[in-house]
């Protein structure tokens, strides 16, 4: 399937490049000093380096804190990807 549009919000045949954080996770006793910032700018500047010029990264919903520090960074919802399990 492919789609075309116009706009940061659309889905292009040949999108911008991204660089993309899987996972990122900070010990819990170190939380809060800093580590989790310098990691996202490492990779940032990693990132801008190798000519991305969108930084992606997903979180987990139901990790509000996760959320609000990524919000913090000046990340901001692209997509809602929603499940419901099939009762049986």
Sequence with gaps: MIFFGEGDDSFLIDPPKSGFVADLVVAKDMRGKGVGKALLSA???YFATNDCVRFELTVFAPN???YSF?????FE???HHMIRKIER
């Design 43 to 45: 990779a940032e500047k």
């Design 64 to 66: 509000k804190s996760a």
């Design 70 to 74: 990524y919000v913090k960074q000046g």
């Design 77 to 79: 919802p692209r997509l």
